[in-house]
């Protein structure tokens, strides 16, 4: 996981350079879309890395919860975005692309921090036990701007519930979260 972020962040910093300089001599714009924790449905017939994050707290894996407590400890919150969302952003880039400025824009529907996602998951998924509860952060929440997106007339259909509530859903269709495993 290390060597993909690493690569990844390597990757985006080499093809950003692109928009460095006048726009006259660039063969092309460079718009990059960072995105919060996607969830949601998938049609993979597999969870996905992301909706592992957000389903640590009821699946206990360790790995997973450790990284949105450092999502929370250093952005102050764990943003997320519906998976239908990132798809219209992307379409909404490439089809305005006059409109959209080259350079990097954050596609995030909301900034619940972990003590949000840990009270929704408990008020609206009783059925299933939560393994994994341990906030870091309380209180903390850093609104980030989401504004450059916004501005440009793109609208975010899906809120943060939907986001969760979809993921879980997800995770009973694909097998990762089971009522009947979980028990009181």
């Given at each position: 996981m290390d060597d993909y972020l690493s690569s990844k962040c390597i990757a985006e910093k080499e093809l950003v350079k692109y928009n460095d300089g006048p726009s006259e001599s660039r063969a092309f714009d460079v718009v990059v879309l960072l995105l919060g924790l996607v969830g949601g449905d998938t049609l993979l017939p597999y969870i996905?890395?992301?909706q592992h994050f957000m389903l640590s707290p009821f699946t206990g894996i360790e790995p997973y919860h450790n990284a949105l407590r450092f999502t929370q400890a250093?952005?102050?919150s764990v943003p997320v975005v519906h998976v239908d969302?990132?798809?219209k952003a992307h379409v909404f880039c490439m089809e305005r692309q006059r409109d959209v400025a080259a350079g990097r824009y954050l596609c995030a529907t909301a900034?619940?921090?972990m003590q949000d996602l840990v009270e929704?998951?408990?008020s609206k998924h009783p059925e299933l036990k939560l393994t994994l509860k341990?906030?870091?952060g309380e209180g903390v929440r850093v609104q980030v701007n989401t504004n450059k997106l916004v501005e440009l007339g793109f609208k975010f259909k899906y809120r943060a519930e939907a986001v969760l509530d979809g993921?879980?859903?997800c995770g009973k269709k694909l097998g990762v979260l089971s009522v009947a495993d979980q028990g009181s």
């Open positions: 996905n890395e992301s250093l952005l102050g969302d990132v798809c900034h619940p921090n929704h998951y408990a341990e906030v870091v993921s879980v859903d």
